[in-house]
């Protein structure tokens, strides 16, 4: 059976994404500049402004919170632990 004219438009809707020229990218380190992409926006926590490879310092940045993150898991196990 032949598909219908619209279905086959639908598609290749679904196949071919939209292409943004110019998406807004947004790293956690603070730096914004614009790529071309299929989706509109853009949130890494690691771009070519602060990843090690680039910077050259072997410590990379916590840009994300992760350390936060780690202290305040670590706070919170503590007093359990001085309970035992
Ligand atoms: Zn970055």
Redesign the pocket.
């Known amino acids: 059976m032949k598909p219908e004219p619209k279905a086959k438009k639908e598609v290749s809707k679904v196949t071919v994404p939209t292409y943004y020229g110019e998406a807004h990218a947004t ?3 603070g ?1 914004e500049f614009k790529v071309g992409s299929t989706m509109e926006k853009i949130e890494m926590e ?2 070519s ?2 990843h090690p490879l680039y910077t050259g310092n072997e410590k990379s940045m916590d ?1 994300a919170g992760r350390v936060e993150r780690f202290r305040a898991r670590t706070a919170l196990a503590k007093p359990k632990a001085k309970a035992k």
């Open positions: 790293c956690a380190c730096a690691i771009c402004q602060c840009t």
